[in-house]
């Protein structure tokens, strides 16, 4: 095997049984890839107890340098204070960037969903999506001091669109009038998010990210995981994450139908939704448009930089959702002709006399 002293460091950290926990180092195998630095393990716990069972543990490997394991601890205390379920952080050593975690299993959302949805059990797929609205409110009341989900922050996310999408995936130049009418789109977006209510934000509240837990789990459906990078931000951000999700596409009506019912849980839970429905799905919209943007630009960056190619298969549906929003509000024209031009679509003329 090549060689890796982070998996070195980490058995080691393990054989001193860090908060008592005893582990198998022959069980460790791969947990989950992730799209960051991070790597996840599971592993096998030896109980101290000769009675008790055997269970998994989740090993989180965060180099110190690229990230940060006390930001994970700091937010999963926030998150299960707020009732959700999040993984326990039994052992933890920051200045080494390991953690040893509870296991909430190993079927997402996206499993779990795509299995149901196959079966042609509609009622799994809202049971199922209907907890993941209510942990949504949730998180959205907690206490969190987290940092703000700023201008300069969502400038720069849709900035990854024309660098790494435009640019670097597709090889494509934009012309001075290009540029201009794709400024106009971004400012437009910028303007609406900024003017949104703010509640706490998971950034990536999506089917991968949102497991199903065993019956009589402390706090039920969905775990709730890589939550790490929240923030406080735009209300409609992570419910655009959960229903625009990147990874399965539900038809436009189940969208509507999900976020009404999302608006009536806010609303009664106190949470600062527009009173016309109307309103609240348009804001939705445009938050989903400038996700997109970055989205696009993001698997454009792990598959060119990072060499993570799996992404680009993802890349379509999300398009996609970026094109159908792009098409339905004038001010983003600009941005519909420009994705035109980059994907060949040609529209033909018509009169009307």
Partial sequence: MPADPRRDALLAWLATCPGGIRTSPES????SADASFRRYFRIDARPLDAGAADATLIVMDAPPDKEDVGRFFDVASVLRAAGLSV?????????????????????TYLDALSRAREQGDHARCDALMRDALAALVRLQRAEADWPAYDAAR??????????WYVSRHLQAELSPAEQQGLRRVMD???????AQPVVPVHRDYHSRNLMLLAEG????????????????????????SLLRDAYIAWPEPQQIDWAVRYWELARRAGLAVQADFGEFYRDFEWMGLQRQLKVLGIFARLYHRDGKSQYLDDMPQVLGYARAVAARYDEFAPLLRLLDRLHGVAHGHAYTF
């Fill in 188 to 194: 437009a977006l910028l303007r609406n998010v900024l």
């Fill in 154 to 163: 969502l400038q720069a996310e849709m900035e990854l669109f024309p660098a």
């Fill in 217 to 240: 789990a402390e706090c039920g459906n969905p775990g709730v995981l890589d939550f790490q990078d929240a923030v406080r931000g735009p209300i409609t951000y992570d419910l655009v």
């Fill in 28 to 31: 460790l195998r791969a947990a």
């Fill in 87 to 107: 993984p326990r952080v039994l052992a933890v050593d920051r200045a080494a960037g390991l953690m040893l975690l509870s296991d909430l299993g190993s079927t």
